[in-house]
């Protein structure tokens, strides 16, 4: 069983700045994406930032120049430090990790981490 935990969410004022991050734990043999997805309130779950087990780095649009994805392979752990944070960041981020392979398994498998609320307000 794999489990994705994620912390440092919380309240910050506009401009300011936070750090998440999440540990996957179990048997795990392999992960190839970490990635983070955030949902607002009455919103879909939109996709906020990915890495690769390589290294290869993307993000959507709105946090650009702003949120720096990291990874850890060996710790099987990813963090998404948030700068320059505005009202519209606000909403639970998820953390999400794709192409899992755990011992003994025949096939990847994704999974998600509970999410951790971000709200940002004066």
């Known amino acids: 069983q794999v489990q994705l935990v994620e912390s440092g969410g919380g309240l910050v004022q506009p401009g300011g700045s936070l750090r998440l991050s999440c540990s996957a734990s179990?048997?795990?043999?392999?992960?190839?994406?970490m990635g983070w997805y955030r949902q607002a309130p009455g919103k879909q779950r939109d996709w906020v930032a990915g890495?690769?087990?390589?290294?290869?780095?993307s993000y959507a649009e709105p946090v650009k120049g702003r949120f720096t994805i990291s990874r850890d392979n060996a710790k099987n752990t990813v963090h998404l430090q948030m700068n320059s944070l505005k009202p519209e960041d606000t909403a639970v981020y998820y953390c999400?990790?794709?192409?899992?392979?755990?011992?003994?398994?025949?096939?990847?498998?994704?999974?998600w981490g509970q999410g951790t609320q971000v709200t940002v307000s004066s």
């Open positions: 999400k990790a794709d192409g899992v392979m755990v011992a003994d398994s025949r096939a990847p498998h994704d999974y």
């Open positions: 179990g048997s795990i043999f392999r992960i190839y994406g």
């Open positions: 890495i690769t087990s390589g290294g290869t780095i």
